[in-house]
């Protein structure tokens, strides 16, 4: 059974850092590419960050490229997101998600399992 937890998210000030993990199990984590996506309330879901299978880093859009950084630990079969520099427009439910693909992409349509999410709100 295919499994994806994420934790990590809380209530954090203005400039506060969080670090959110996805926890995976059921399928082979080093041969998919992994995503992380965020969907702030009434908004569209939004593609953060990928990692390749192979490793290679992909970031979407320019305000989360210096701030956010995925990595991901394949003894343990888990994702991370170090978000950094908070700000109230990062509000939102972050979630991890596994394509089996070589590529990075920030359609979630093109994702095969996806985790329940993890709440962030940034929040004086």
């Known amino acids: 059974q295919v499994q994806l937890v994420e934790s990590g998210g809380e209530?954090?000030?203005p400039g506060g850092s969080l670090?959110?993990?996805c926890?995976?199990?059921g399928f082979i984590f080093p041969t998919y590419t992994?995503?992380?996506?965020r969907q702030a309330p009434g908004g569209e879901r939004e593609g953060i960050s990928c990692?390749?299978?192979?490793g290679d880093v992909t970031y979407y859009g320019d305000s989360v490229k210096t701030r956010f950084t995925i990595s991901r630990d394949i003894p343990n079969s888990t994702l991370y997101l170090q978000v950094n520099s908070l700000k109230p427009e990062d509000t939102a439910v972050y979630h991890c998600a596994a394509r089996w693909s070589h590529h990075c992409s920030s359609n979630g349509v093109q994702?095969?399992?996806w985790g329940q999410g993890t709440q962030v709100t940034v929040s004086s």
């Open 111 to 113: 994702y095969d399992f």
């Open 11 to 13: 209530l954090v000030q």
């Open 23 to 25: 926890k995976t199990s």
């Open 34 to 37: 992994m995503g992380w996506f």
């Open 19 to 21: 670090r959110l993990s």
């Open 51 to 54: 990692i390749t299978a192979v």
